[in-house]
Structure formats: structure tokens, C-alpha cells
């Protein structure tokens, strides 16, 4: 049986509409204010969802922005609301179908710890980006992962985060420069109290997400010591073989 994908979850999709992350409207404008990007700069949202950033990116920021999911019903959707967005179906983890040093910034929320191979991703990103470009990532993270953690039944951020130094040192492997780290897990602690409201606790929306073989989940995910945090890199050395 495939792992379950969280973020199905009616409760979450609820408590973290329209982003289905932590991330925040004002986190997205603050990061994209920082690369100080000008109108009409092409983004690439990879993981765009329903396109929620993808809307902010064009309205507020007047960029050129694509979106990239790998679910047609989100592109649906985004489309549905939006039939002027340029939207692309594809997977993060492969080749991207983008054209090498086209873009001026690449953003990624929630999305680098969902892909099974991080640093091939960081490498396409590094592919597709300017030399002036930016790449901006807003994730999870854990500041003490186990190994308990990769083995949950879960289609989510929490099964494949690293630690802020871990994660730091793929973007170097990978030819990025680190040029802003920041500390946002206020926004996670957030987010879960919004899933209380809509849940009645914790425990009652780790119950729906868990399956009963794993009672000892919850206490694990606790232990690991989740947070949330903004990098911004720059794409300045050729990636480490």
C-alpha cells in the first residue's frame, strides 16, 4: 500500500488553505522583496498547487510566473480560477522541461522535502536559474531526526526533512551560495493550532493520519523536534561531482 499523502487530509487542506503548507502570504512577499525581483522576471513556483503563490507572484509582484505540479486536479483547479496561468504538469524530481539559465528565481515551498532525491532537484533548479537568479526554499525541517521518522506511512514533509545544517550543505554540493537563512517555526506552531480547532487536538488529527499500527508515530514526531525556516541561495559554482 502506497504511504498516505498528507496533505489529502480534508482537515489539513482546511486549517492550511490556500497554501497547504505553514507557509504564509506575507512569509512569500517578504523572501521575494529580499531578491528584490523586477516586473516581468520570470519564477518558476515548482509545487504550485492550485496556484495560490503562483497568482501572488503575477498580481502583486507583476513577475512572469509558471507553475509546476505533478497533480493534474490541482492544475485543474488553478486553471479554473485562473485560466490565464501558465501552468506546467511535471515532476520536480526529473528533468525539468524549462530551457538552462532562462529563469530569475525558482521558489520551492514545502516541497524540497517531499522529493526523494533533493540534490538531483537542487541541480535542475541550478540548471534553469540565471547566474543573477535566487532560489528560495520555505520547508520543514527537524533539528533531531531519527531514523523512526523515514519509516511512517506518510506522504509528507515530516518523513524526509533534515536538519538546517544538512540542508544548507545540499545547496553548497549543489553549486548554491547561502545568502539568507531564517527561522519562521512560529508558523508551523500556527498551523497546528489551527488543526486543533479544526480537530479537536493533536492527537485527533495525528489518529486520522496514522494508521494504528504505529502508535509510538506521534511521540517520534514530537522527539524529532520539527521547525520551519526560509533559505535563499544563489546559483554561483559549478555543482560538486
Known amino acids: 500500500m502506497p504511504p498516505f499523502a498528507l496533505h489529502?487530509?480534508?482537515?489539513?487542506?482546511?486549517?492550511?488553505?490556500?497554501?497547504?503548507?505553514p507557509c504564509t502570504p506575507e512569509l512569500t512577499r517578504h523572501a521575494l522583496s529580499f531578491c528584490g525581483f523586477k516586473p516581468q522576471d520570470k519564477i518558476l513556483d515548482v509545487g504550485c498547487g492550485t496556484g495560490s503563490t503562483l497568482r501572488l507572484l503575477t498580481r502583486e509582484f507583476s513577475l512572469t510566473g509558471v507553475g509546476l505540479d505533478m497533480g493534474l486536479d490541482y492544475l485543474e483547479q488553478a486553471r479554473a480560477q485562473d485560466p490565464g496561468l501558465f501552468l506546467i504538469q511535471a515532476n520536480a524530481r526529473r528533468i525539468l522541461p524549462i530551457k538552462a539559465n532562462s529563469l530569475k528565481g525558482v521558489l520551492c515551498q514545502c516541497v524540497l522535502s517531499l522529493i526523494e532525491d533533493p540534490e538531483k532537484a537542487l541541480l535542475e533548479f541550478h540548471r534553469v536559474l540565471k547566474p543573477t537568479g535566487f532560489l528560495l526554499i520555505m520547508d520543514l525541517h527537524l533539528d533531531?531526526?531519527?531514523?523512526?521518522?523515514?519509516?511512517?506511512?506518510l506522504q509528507?514533509?515530516?518523513?524526509?526533512?533534515?536538519?538546517?545544517?544538512?540542508?544548507?550543505?545540499?545547496?553548497?554540493?549543489?553549486?548554491?551560495?547561502?545568502?539568507?537563512?531564517?527561522?519562521?517555526?512560529?508558523?508551523?506552531?500556527?498551523?497546528?493550532?489551527?488543526l486543533i480547532f479544526e480537530c479537536g487536538s493533536m492527537n485527533a488529527f495525528w489518529d486520522l493520519a496514522l494508521s494504528n499500527e504505529e502508535p509510538k508515530a506521534k511521540d517520534q514526531i514530537k522527539k524529532a523536534k520539527p521547525g520551519f525556516h526560509l533559505?535563499?541561495?544563489?546559483?554561483?559554482?559549478k555543482p560538486r561531482g
Open 231 to 237: 533559505m535563499i541561495a544563489k546559483p554561483v559554482t
Open 156 to 194: 509528507c514533509c515530516f518523513t524526509r526533512a533534515v536538519t538546517p545544517q544538512n540542508g544548507q550543505e545540499r545547496l553548497r554540493k549543489t553549486g548554491f551560495e547561502l545568502v539568507r537563512y531564517e527561522d519562521h517555526s512560529r508558523l508551523l506552531a500556527e498551523l497546528g493550532a489551527r
Open 8 to 21: 489529502r487530509l480534508p482537515c489539513l487542506r482546511k486549517a492550511a488553505h490556500p497554501w497547504l503548507s
Open 144 to 153: 533531531n531526526p531519527g531514523p523512526e521518522i523515514k519509516n511512517l506511512s
